[in-house]
């Protein structure tokens, strides 16, 4: 199984597992047609007992067999390189886009599992160059993740990373004919993503880590908050000179349970700033403790990979 694996349908959604420093996080999700995606399950299980002993207590309370099962990848587990595409046919384009990427690579292209997304271009362009994000994990990553889950029966139908989590809830939150720019924070770090018409356009780390956020220290604070608005600026001036015919509505927070950084980003950014609660985008009946801003924030990725869509498409 690549990353991105394909799934057979499931009406009852998606399990999504993730992996942290401190602890494994669940998510289970079902979309509704016309309403808001239903929260069926969520979890978080401190480290304690291991990712094994994790597993086991998803199998118990999650009821898996009724989804179809993603585990997310953490930010040091992957790379994701924009690339322009080959000039190959389907077949073989991923063989092309490897030779492409051994120089890229920090480690050999040879141990690498590698999958790819499309960018698609302006459709009123007159020559359509074909840009690529190229997604590359270890094998040593990718191996012991698929027998951890062998090991405790558990079917993994596709291996995820952020960027798409990510996606997924920006794609809901886009007003029609704009694009929609969102920052997420957790332990590895900040993650700014931009979407237009449910497409992956821009994806950016930024180095600054939730723990950072969470300090008290009103000077630290200030220094953070800078470096944050300056790496947004930066990313958004260049992704509107990459992507002309894409105008960014707003840049959206995500849940970080931090005060003071969305009134800074709305004070200091040239466009509107929102702070996302998830109770507007998901149905948490089933899981009121995910109205908590730091449950948002601790279980956000999880969520957004437990949003794919049947059929396995990232």
């Given at each position: ?196 018409n449910a497409e992956l356009y821009l994806s950016r780390r ?91 924030a601790r279980h956000f990725m999880a969520l957004g990979a ?9």
């Amino acid at each position: 199984m690549g990353l991105f694996a394909k799934a057979k349908k499931n009406n009852d959604g998606w399990l999504a597992i993730a992996f942290g420093a401190d602890g494994v996080v669940g998510a289970a999700v079902k979309r509704v047609v016309n309403a808001k995606p239903v929260v069926e399950w969520a979890a978080f299980y401190p480290d304690e007992k291991g990712e094994g002993g994790a597993l086991e207590r998803v199998k118990k309370e999650a009821h898996p067999a009724r989804y179809q099962c993603a585990s997310l990848l953490a930010a040091a587990d992957y790379q994701l390189l924009s690339v322009d595409a080959p000039n190959v046919p389907p077949a073989e384009l991923k063989t092309a886009l490897g030779w492409r990427l051994k120089d890229m690579l920090d480690f050999p292209v040879a141990e690498a599992t590698i999958d790819l997304l499309d960018i698609p271009p302006d459709a009123n362009a007159p020559v359509r160059n074909r840009t690529l994000f190229a997604v590359a994990a270890r094998n040593s990553v990718i191996a012991p993740r698929q027998l951890l889950f062998s090991e405790h029966k558990l079917k993994l139908d596709a291996i995820d990373i952020p960027d798409m989590a990510q996606r997924n809830i920006s794609a809901l939150l886009e007003p029609a004919g704009r694009g929609l720019a969102m920052l997420s924070f957790d332990a590895d770090g900040g993650l700014l993503t931009v979407t237009f018409n449910a497409e992956l356009y821009l994806s950016r780390r930024i180095d600054v880590r939730l723990p950072q956020l969470l300090d008290g220290d009103e000077d630290k604070q200030r220094q953070v908050h800078d470096k944050i608005t300056l790496e947004l600026q930066r990313s958004l001036d260049h992704f509107e000179r990459q992507f002309h015919f894409i105008a960014v509505a707003k840049l959206v927070l995500a849940p970080t349970g931090a005060p003071g950084l969305h009134t800074y980003l709305a004070g200091n950014l040239y466009m509107p700033v929102e702070a996302l609660d998830l109770d507007s985008v998901f149905d948490l009946s089933k899981a009121p403790a995910l109205r908590e801003a730091a449950q948002q924030a601790r279980h956000f990725m999880a969520l957004g990979a437990a949003l794919r869509l049947d059929g396995g498409a990232p």
